[in-house]
Protein backbone atom coordinates (compact mmCIF):
# COMPACT_ATOMS: atom_id res chain seq x y z
CA UNK A 1 0.00 0.00 0.00
CA UNK A 2 1.28 3.22 -0.98
CA UNK A 3 0.41 7.21 -0.56
CA UNK A 4 1.86 10.19 -2.31
CA UNK A 5 0.81 13.79 -2.19
CA UNK A 6 1.60 16.30 -4.41
CA UNK A 7 0.89 19.86 -4.73
CA UNK A 8 2.65 21.56 -1.77
CA UNK A 9 4.47 24.84 -2.44
CA UNK A 10 4.99 28.48 -1.09
CA UNK A 11 2.22 31.01 -1.60
CA UNK A 12 1.25 34.49 0.44
CA UNK A 13 -1.37 35.10 2.72
CA UNK A 14 -4.90 34.63 0.96
CA UNK A 15 -3.74 32.37 -1.54
CA UNK A 16 -4.88 28.86 -2.78
CA UNK A 17 -3.19 25.43 -2.88
CA UNK A 18 -4.52 21.65 -4.07
CA UNK A 19 -2.92 18.91 -2.55
CA UNK A 20 -3.42 15.80 -4.40
CA UNK A 21 -3.13 12.13 -2.87
CA UNK A 22 -2.77 9.04 -4.57
CA UNK A 23 -3.64 5.65 -3.62
CA UNK A 24 -2.39 2.72 -4.47
CA UNK A 25 -2.27 -1.00 -2.97
CA UNK A 26 -5.97 -1.20 -1.44
CA UNK A 27 -9.04 0.21 0.19
CA UNK A 28 -9.66 1.76 3.51
CA UNK A 29 -12.50 2.81 5.88
CA UNK A 30 -11.05 5.88 6.70
CA UNK A 31 -8.59 8.54 4.88
CA UNK A 32 -7.80 12.44 5.34
CA UNK A 33 -4.95 14.83 5.91
CA UNK A 34 -2.67 15.51 8.55
CA UNK A 35 -0.43 18.23 9.36
CA UNK A 36 2.57 18.90 11.74
CA UNK A 37 4.29 22.47 11.97
CA UNK A 38 7.39 22.68 13.64
CA UNK A 39 6.99 22.50 17.50
CA UNK A 40 3.33 21.54 17.29
CA UNK A 41 1.41 18.43 17.67
CA UNK A 42 0.26 16.35 14.62
CA UNK A 43 -3.14 17.94 13.85
CA UNK A 44 -6.06 16.03 12.05
CA UNK A 45 -7.15 18.63 9.05
CA UNK A 46 -9.84 16.61 7.28
CA UNK A 47 -11.21 13.06 7.41
CA UNK A 48 -13.76 11.08 5.20
CA UNK A 49 -15.03 7.36 6.20
CA UNK A 50 -18.25 5.69 5.92
CA UNK A 51 -20.61 6.87 3.11
CA UNK A 52 -20.30 10.14 3.18
CA UNK A 53 -18.96 11.27 6.61
CA UNK A 54 -16.86 13.96 6.64
CA UNK A 55 -14.66 15.80 9.15
CA UNK A 56 -12.87 18.96 9.47
CA UNK A 57 -10.97 20.38 11.90
CA UNK A 58 -12.63 24.22 13.52
CA UNK A 59 -9.42 25.86 12.13
CA UNK A 60 -10.05 25.12 8.38
CA UNK A 61 -13.77 24.98 8.40
CA UNK A 62 -15.02 27.34 5.47
CA UNK A 63 -11.67 27.60 3.56
CA UNK A 64 -10.55 24.26 2.73
CA UNK A 65 -12.53 21.34 1.05
CA UNK A 66 -11.64 17.93 0.87
CA UNK A 67 -12.69 15.52 -2.28
CA UNK A 68 -11.91 12.51 -3.57
CA UNK A 69 -12.21 10.67 -6.80
CA UNK A 70 -12.66 6.85 -6.23
CA UNK A 71 -11.90 5.43 -9.84
CA UNK A 72 -8.56 7.94 -10.18
CA UNK A 73 -8.06 6.17 -6.21
CA UNK A 74 -6.91 9.67 -5.48
CA UNK A 75 -7.64 12.18 -2.31
CA UNK A 76 -7.70 16.27 -2.62
CA UNK A 77 -7.67 18.90 -0.43
CA UNK A 78 -8.65 22.36 -1.62
CA UNK A 79 -7.38 24.77 0.50
CA UNK A 80 -8.01 28.66 0.06
CA UNK A 81 -7.85 31.89 2.19
CA UNK A 82 -4.70 30.52 3.60
CA UNK A 83 -3.05 31.89 6.68
CA UNK A 84 0.42 31.41 7.89
CA UNK A 85 -0.59 29.19 10.59
CA UNK A 86 -1.37 27.01 7.83
CA UNK A 87 2.41 26.37 7.55
CA UNK A 88 2.87 22.55 8.14
CA UNK A 89 4.20 19.26 6.63
CA UNK A 90 0.84 17.99 5.23
CA UNK A 91 -0.03 14.37 4.79
CA UNK A 92 -2.65 11.78 3.46
CA UNK A 93 -3.45 8.76 5.56
CA UNK A 94 -5.51 6.20 5.85
CA UNK A 95 -6.30 3.95 8.50
CA UNK A 96 -4.01 6.24 10.91
CA UNK A 97 -3.49 6.38 14.02
CA UNK A 98 -0.74 8.69 15.64
CA UNK A 99 0.34 10.13 19.25
CA UNK A 100 1.70 13.07 18.96
CA UNK A 101 3.77 13.41 15.94
CA UNK A 102 2.55 12.11 12.20
CA UNK A 103 6.42 12.06 10.67
CA UNK A 104 7.88 9.21 9.66
CA UNK A 105 9.17 6.83 12.03
CA UNK A 106 7.30 8.55 15.54
CA UNK A 107 6.23 6.54 17.89
CA UNK A 108 2.34 5.38 17.77
CA UNK A 109 1.83 6.45 14.28
CA UNK A 110 0.10 3.34 12.31
CA UNK A 111 -1.52 2.65 9.16
CA UNK A 112 -0.59 4.20 5.80
CA UNK A 113 0.66 7.84 5.61
CA UNK A 114 2.45 9.22 2.42
CA UNK A 115 5.69 11.34 2.69
CA UNK A 116 4.50 14.31 3.31
CA UNK A 117 4.19 17.61 1.35
CA UNK A 118 5.25 21.39 2.60
CA UNK A 119 2.71 24.48 2.48
CA UNK A 120 4.18 27.28 3.63
CA UNK A 121 2.51 30.73 4.05
CA UNK A 122 3.51 33.64 3.61
CA UNK A 123 2.16 36.63 5.54
Known amino acids: VQLQESGGGSVQAGGSLRLSCTFSGGTFDRAGWYRQAPGNDCELVSAIWGERDEYYADSVKGRFTMSQDNVKHMLFLQMNDLKSDDTAVYYC????????????????????WGHGTQVTVSS
Open 93 to 112: AANPTFRRNCYAGSAGRTGY
